[in-house]
C-alpha cells in the first residue's frame, strides 16, 4: 500500500537525554484535560488579531491572478500591454517575464507544470498575474489582458480517463502510477469459507477544504531577504520552498503565521499565489499582498477527490470477517497527490485474507490534496455501508459484528500491536450513550418522515513523528513564554501547549505569552496536520517545561536549604511535601532574580520501537428522512472517541463537533459540480456549494472522550483527534438512511434530488 504524503515525513529521533522520553507518564492533572477558553480567543473574536489577510505594509501592491477558464487548453499568447498601461499597474507576470519560467508540480521524473504552464490542465490554471496600487486596478488590469486560447478535448470522468481515446492530460496518458495491490492471505480460501458474501460499488464526491481563512501570501524583500506572511499549516515547509525557488539561504527566508482560519490539508504547501506575491514584491520592490478569492479558492488549491469504490466482503454466521476485497479508483485531477484510500479496508477490522487494488488517474480538474484524513472518509462510505449490509445479511446486529472484528495489532505494519486500542470501547460506551439496542427496536414510523439509526467505526492510520522541539522560558516575576513553531489551524493548539507548561510549571494559563509559527524566531516544529499537531509538539513542550522546573527546583533547593526531591511546585510558588508552611512564591527566589530567566530547549522523542500508537472511532446518527422531498435531517448523533488523553476538554468537543458537521456535508449536501458539456466547476461558490451550516447541525450531539489512559504512544497520552472526528461520519448516517427507509445510497452525497429518485424507484417514495 502506497506511504502517506510527504507532509508526514519524519526525521532523525533526537539525540538521547535531550527529549521528553525520560519523563513518567502523567498521572492526573491540573490544568491539561481541563476545558478552557483559546488563550487567543479575545483577539480571535473581537478582530484584533493580525491573519496574514488582514497585514497592510506601508507601500504595499494588491495582486491578483488571471486564469484559465478552460478546462483544458493551450496559451497561444498572451498581450499584456494595455494592462501595463493601467492607471496604479505596477508589473504584470507570465509564462515568459524574465524570471518567472519556475518549475512547478515538480516530481522525481522532472516538473509537470510550471508556474505559469502554456499547457492549461484544468479550469482556473494561472495564466498571468498583475500588481497594481490597489485590488480594483489590479482586477481591472486582468480584464483587458488578452490571450489566445487553443481550446483542447478535455476528460472530467474517471471512468472515462483511461480510454484509448480520452485526450491525455499528460504527455504519457492518464494513469497517474501503475495500480497499487496490497494482499495478504488467501482471498478466493476467505470468500469460500464465508457463510455471506456482499458486494456493492459506491462513488463519493468531490469535497472542497473552503477554510474559512482563504489562501494567500504577503511578501516583502529587504534586500536579498524575504519574508512572507502566509495563511500556512507549516512556515518551515514553506521556507525551504521559497528558499529553493528563490536559491536563497534557509536563513535569509523567513516566513510567519501567526494566525490562521483553517487550512484541512490544503495549506502544506507554498501555493502559486504566494511564490506570485514573492515575485511581484521582487519585480516591484515593494510589498505585495495577493490573497484568492472565494470563488479560486473552489479551482485550484485543491479538494478531497472523488473515487469509484466496490467492495466484496465475506463474514462467518458469527460474524467472524473472512475476505475482503475492495478495487478503487480515484480521479486526482490534473497533477499527481499520493495518499491511499485503501487503508481502512486493510487494517480496521482484523481480517486474515484481504486485496486492495488502487488505481488513480489524471483528469482535467482541480488538482487533489490532502484533505482531513486524506483517503479515510471515502473508504470509509465504501467499507462502512459493506459492513452494515453484511450485518443484515447475516442476521448481527451492527455494533456486534464490528466488535467481533477488532484487532489489537495492526496488520499493516507486520502484526505489531497498538499501544492501546479504545475501539471496542468507543463501540459499547457509544452504543451505551446513544441508547443504541432501544434505537435499534424503535418503529421507523409509517408516515412521510422516517427515522433511522445508524452506526460506524473508524481509526487514523498515521502516527506522529520526532522532530519538535520548543523553549520554555520561565522570567524572574513568575510568567513565561513558550516558543514553538508550530501553527495553530484554529484548533487550539497555542492553548494546548501552554496548557502543557501551566502544568509542568503550576503557573496560571494567563502567565503564559506564546510565540508560535515564525521561521525567523521559533523552535522547529512540523506542519500542523495529520492529527499529529499536538502529539509531537506537546510532548517536546513538554520535555522543555520539565527542564526548567528542575533548574527551578535545584536554585529553590540551594536557597532554602532542602533536599530538591521534598520541594514541589503549586501555584506558582515553592512548596515542601508534609510542610505547609513553606510557600516560597517564585519572585521571591534570588537567583532568579539574579538570572532573568531560566530556559530550555525541548524535543520530542521517538515513537516507541515495536508498538502502534493510533486514535480510535465509533460514531452513532439518528435521522429523519422525508420521503416525499428526500431530504434527510441528522436529528441526533454520538462520537465516542479513543484519541488518548483529552488535552482540553472545550477544544477537544469543539474539534469533535467541527469534524461531525464537515462531515455531514459530506454526506448530504457537498460536492463539486463540474459541467459535461464544458468540464467547468458550475458551483465555485459559497452559495451553490452546499457546506453543512449551523441549521444542518442537530441540536442533540454527545462528545464522549474514550481515554484508555495509555503510557506508551507519548508522554502526554494524547493520540490525535482531527481527522477520526470526520471519519465516519458520513457512513453513520448513510447507515442510519438505509436504517430508516431500506434504501441503500451507495452514491455520496445523498441529495434530496437523488434520495427522491431511488425512493420512487423503490416504491417507498412519499
Ligand atoms: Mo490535514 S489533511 O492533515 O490538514
Known amino acids: 500500500m502506497r506511504a502517506m504524503g510527504p507532509y508526514f515525513a519524519s526525521s532523525a529521533a533526537p539525540e538521547a537525554g535531550k527529549s521528553d522520553t525520560a519523563l513518567a507518564p502523567w498521572g492526573e492533572t491540573a490544568v491539561v484535560g481541563k476545558p478552557l477558553p483559546r ?41 499584456t500591454s494595455r494592462a501595463e498601461a493601467m492607471p496604479g499597474v505596477r508589473a504584470v507576470l507570465t509564462a515568459s517575464t524574465p524570471g518567472a519560467a519556475i518549475p512547478w508540480h515538480v516530481t522525481r521524473k522532472g516538473a509537470l507544470s510550471a508556474l505559469f504552464d502554456p ?74 469459507a464465508a457463510d455471506a458474501i456482499v458486494e456493492q460499488t459506491y462513488r463519493t464526491a468531490v469535497q472542497i477544504h473552503t477554510p474559512m481563512e482563504l489562501h494567500g501570501s504577503v511578501a516583502r524583500w529587504d534586500g536579498d531577504r524575504l519574508t512572507v506572511w502566509d495563511t500556512t499549516q507549516g512556515v518551515f515547509g514553506v521556507r525551504s520552498q521559497l528558499a529553493q525557488m528563490f536559491k536563497l539561504p534557509l536563513s535569509s527566508v523567513r516566513v510567519i503565521s501567526h494566525y490562521m482560519g483553517g487550512g484541512f490539508g490544503s495549506k502544506f504547501e507554498l501555493g502559486k499565489y504566494g511564490a506570485i506575491a514573492a515575485l511581484l514584491a521582487r519585480t516591484t520592490g515593494r510589498p505585495v499582498r495577493c490573497v484568492l478569492t472565494r470563488e479560486e479558492s473552489f479551482l485550484c488549491v485543491g479538494n478531497r477527490p472523488s473515487n469509484v469504490i466496490t467492495v466484496k466482503a465475506g463474514a462467518k454466521r458469527d460474524g467472524t470477517l473472512t475476505a475482503i476485497e475492495a478495487r478503487l479508483k480515484g480521479p486526482v485531477g490534473a497533477y499527481p497527490s499520493s495518499s491511499t484510500s485503501a487503508y481502512l479496508v486493510a487494517d480496521l477490522y482484523q481480517c486474515p485474507n484481504v486485496r486492495t487494488e488502487e488505481t488513480d488517474v489524471y483528469i482535467n480538474a482541480g488538482q487533489a490534496r490532502p484533505f482531513r484524513a486524506p483517503g479515510f472518509p471515502p473508504c470509509s462510505w465504501a467499507l462502512e455501508q459493506t459492513l452494515d449490509a453484511l450485518a443484515e445479511k447475516i442476521g448481527l446486529d451492527p455494533v456486534e459484528l464490528r466488535l467481533k472484528n477488532i484487532p489489537t495489532v ?72 513558550l516558543n514553538s513553531g508550530a501553527s495553530d489551524l484554529g484548533t487550539g493548539t497555542k492553548t494546548v501547549l501552554a496548557q502543557v507548561v501551566a502544568e509542568e510549571l503550576s503557573i496560571p494559563l494567563d502567565r503564559i505569552e506564546v510565540e508560535n509559527a515564525d521561521t525567523g524566531t521559533t523552535q522547529y516544529a512540523p506542519a500542523s496536520g495529520g492529527s499529529q499537531t499536538v502529539l509531537v509538539n506537546a510532548p517536546a513542550v513538554r520535555a522543555a517545561a520539565a527542564a526548567v522546573k528542575a533548574e527551578l527546583l535545584a536554585i529553590a533547593a540551594d536557597e532554602l536549604k532542602r533536599p530538591a526531591a521534598s520541594l514541589l511546585l503549586r501555584n506558582g510558588a515553592v512548596e515542601a511535601a508534609g510542610d505547609p508552611g513553606l510557600h516560597v512564591p517564585f519572585p521571591e527566589l534570588k537567583e532568579l532574580g539574579r538570572r532573568e530567566v531560566l530556559m530550555a530547549v525541548g524535543w520530542r522523542g521517538p515513537n516507541p520501537a515495536t508498538k502502534v500508537a493510533l486514535p480510535f472511532v465509533a460514531q452513532f446518527a439518528e435521522v429523519e428522512v422525508d420521503t416525499t422531498t428526500g431530504e434527510v435531517r441528522v436529528v441526533r448523533f454520538v462520537a465516542a472517541h479513543d484519541s488518548g488523553r483529552v488535552m482540553n476538554r472545550l477544544t477537544y468537543e469543539s474539534q469533535v463537533i467541527g469534524g461531525i458537521n464537515m462531515g455531514i456535508g459530506y454526506a448530504l449536501t457537498e460536492q463539486r459540480v463540474l459541467d459535461r458539456q464544458t468540464g467547468k466547476m458550475v458551483n465555485a461558490n459559497w452559495h451553490d456549494y452546499k457546506l453543512a451550516t449551523a441549521m444542518d447541525a442537530p441540536a442533540d450531539v454527545i462528545v464522549l472522550p474514550i481515554d484508555p489512559h495509555d503510557t506508551e504512544c507519548n508522554t502526554t497520552g494524547a493520540k490525535g483527534l482531527g481527522e477520526p472526528a470526520t471519519i465516519p461520519t458520513a457512513s453513520a448516517i448513510a447507515n442510519a438512511v438505509y436504517d ?3 434504501v441503500r445510497v451507495a452514491d455520496s452525497p445523498i441529495s434530496p434530488m437523488q434520495l427522491a429518485a431511488l425512493l420512487a424507484k423503490s416504491g417507498t417514495r412519499g
Open 410 to 481: 495492526s496488520q499493516l505494519r507486520n502484526n505489531r500491536p497498538y499501544t492501546s486500542t479504545g475501539l471496542a470501547a468507543c463501540l459499547r460506551e457509544g452504543a451505551k450513550a446513544f441508547g443504541w439496542s432501544a434505537a435499534r427496536k424503535h418503529p421507523r414510523g409509517r408516515g412521510l418522515l422516517r427515522r433511522g439509526v445508524g452506526v460506524a467505526a473508524g481509526m487514523w492510520g498515521y502516527p506522529g513523528e520526532p522532530n519538535a522541539s520548543a523553549i520554555v522560558k520561565l522570567f524572574a516575576d513568575g510568567s513565561a513564554n
Open 119 to 192: 499547457h492549461c490542465r484544468h479550469e482556473g490554471e494561472e495564466v498571468a498575474a498583475v500588481a497594481a496600487d490597489t485590488p480594483y486596478q489590479a482586477y481591472d488590469a486582468l480584464r483587458v489582458i488578452s490571450v489566445e486560447y487553443d481550446i483542447l478535448p478535455f476528460v472530467s470522468d474517471p471512468e472515462r480517463a483511461l480510454d484509448a481515446d480520452a485526450p491525455a492530460v499528460h504527455e504519457g496518458g492518464n494513469l497517474q502510477a501503475p495500480t497499487d495491490v496490497y494482499e495478504r492471505g488467501d482471498l478466493q480460501a476467505g470468500f469460500a
Open 740 to 742: 430508516a427507509i431500506g
Open 39 to 79: 488563550v487567543d480567543a479575545a483577539e480571535r473574536v473581537s478582530g484584533s488579531a493580525v491573519y496574514t489577510l488582514d497585514l497592510q505594509l506601508p507601500g504595499m501592491l494588491h495582486a491578483a491572478i488571471l486564469r484559465c477558464p478552460h478546462a483544458h487548453a493551450r496559451v497561444k499568447g498572451v498581450d
